[in-house]
């Protein structure tokens, strides 16, 4: 059982290039987000999603867009790459809080993403 | 909106030792779930612990177990008989449940070192 799997792991874009993440789960989990991690900064949500065909703007969604079009599917899409978007980031899916029993999150192993 | 502080940003503790990292957040919600994630070099995100602000047992996890402070709104971890594989940042997180995405929102982390 993969869980949540991230492509590509590590990426360095240039400035003004484009390019997009991928998030796959094979957990059936309605809900999935996308985040990211800066020093000193913890987790922040770019954008989430409750379901195919539905997303919606987290904390820090400038410069940003996501595609649901799969349920097991979560991408997130930077059309014009800047220097300040140089992050790891991470994906997550979930059930609604009622349905897991312990996991409120299950986390992919991040993209490091460096934008010189 | 919630806010999570993570007061330490890095912290230290002797092999077999205990440590206590601090958390507090800011909400006017009744109803909400609290947790505590490791993240290690891997960069893996790893839940340690959660407590549902409903119950007022601290929640326990083998040498890791939790004061929950409702009134005060302050979460911290602590750690028994620390080990060297506890080395990492430590993030804790808050999450309300309802209508919507049942998004996370995470301290600044704290750093976490283990000396032998």
């Known amino acids: 059982n993969a869980g949540v799997t991230q492509t590509p792991k590590f990426r360095v874009l240039k400035t003004g290039q484009s390019m997009t993440l991928l998030c796959a789960q094979d957990?059936?989990?309605?809900?999935m987000y996308w985040y990211r991690q800066d020093p000193g900064m913890g987790l922040r949500l770019i954008h989430y999603s409750v379901g195919e065909g539905t997303t919606a703007k987290g904390e820090v969604p400038d410069g940003y867009n996501v595609s649901r079009l799969k349920k097991q599917n979560f991408l997130l899409g930077l059309e014009s790459a800047a220097p300040s978007q140089t992050s790891v980031y991470f994906c997550?899916?979930?059930?609604?809080?009622?349905?897991?029993?312990?996991?409120?999150?299950?986390f992919g192993d991040g993209t490091r993403l460096s934008i010189l | 909106a919630q806010t999570v502080t993570q007061s330490q940003p890095e912290m230290s503790v002797q092999e077999a030792e205990t440590v206590t990292l601090s958390c507090t957040y800011d909400?006017?919600?009744?109803?909400?779930?609290l947790f505590w994630y490791k993240q290690p070099p891997s960069r893996q995100m790893i839940l340690v612990i959660r407590q549902e602000a409903y119950k007022q047992q601290n929640a326990t996890e083998n040498r890791f177990s939790v004061n929950f402070q409702k009134a005060a709104k302050s979460f911290s971890l602590k750690i028994s008989d620390s080990q060297l594989g506890d080395t990492a940042m430590y993030f804790c997180a808050f999450m309300k449940p309802g209508a919507g995405s049942y998004q996370l929102t995470f301290g600044k982390g704290t750093k976490l070192s283990v000396i032998p």
């Open positions: 957990m059936n989990h309605e809900y």
């Open positions: 909400t006017s919600e009744n109803n909400y779930y």
């Open positions: 997550a899916s979930s059930l609604p809080p009622a349905s897991y029993s312990n996991q409120p999150q299950h």
